[in-house]
């Protein structure tokens, strides 16, 4: 498992519209952050980015669960606060030979991708859309400019969510057990980011960050620190 190397994905959850703002927002927050500390961030598709620097699964792995925002939405004319919520998903890079993947298993669908890409992107079917048919686990990839680069970009998303599937399986079976993926699982509700009250709340650690705006603004140092401290 390449701990230096992971898959960052964020889908919208409850709140219409202002769960995908949410979720890009999120997604937002996480490059910058990326960014300040130097690692090397593309986009995989539109709610999903590979990261790679030192130990980034390390350092980003209890950030997988549920996020919840509470907040005025700019699309609200009464000023009422909204709650909406996003779900994010920390995997690693999975090597091949630890996550055997039968070909035949897979359907392949190709496409013009919609992002921007030169016109080779989108003049080209580029886009990929997997299936997976045993586990039923769909990935889609359009970022890069080669077909060929999209479907191994999609095969090392696959590796990872199943190797996911395989840790909560120990997770629910192995009394005791406690996932390499952390213990914010997808279906926990982790952290509330409260706008109006200028708080950022880890429900894990019933601990809770002021300036907020700074925090979303990609500066997660402190907050990363206490949370891998807490969850060890």
Known sequence: MNTNTSILEIRPGV???????WANDLLRMYLKFAAKKGWKAILIDEDTAKITGPEVFSL???ESGVHRVQRIPQTEKRG????????????PE???NLIQINPQDIEWQFYRASSHGGQNVQKVSTAV??????????????????QEQNRANALTILR????????????????????????????EKI????FPQNRLTDHRLNHSWHNL????DGNLDNVLEEVNKSLI
């Open 15 to 21: 709140g219409g519209d202002e769960a995908r703002i």
């Open 60 to 62: 980003l792995k209890n």
């Open 80 to 91: 009422r606060v909204h709650t909406s919520t996003a779900t994010i998903a920390v995997l």
């Open 94 to 96: 999975v090597q091949e």
């Open 129 to 146: 859309r997997l299936l997976h048919k045993p586990s039923g686990i769909v990935v889609q990839t359009q970022s890069e400019r080669f």
């Open 160 to 187: 990872a969510k199943l190797w996911q599937n395989e840790e909560l399986k120990k997770e629910a079976t192995i009394a005791g057990y406690r996932s390499s993926i952390g213990r914010g699982m997808r279906s």
């Open 191 to 194: 952290r509330t980011y409260n």
């Open 213 to 216: 705006e700074n925090i979303v």
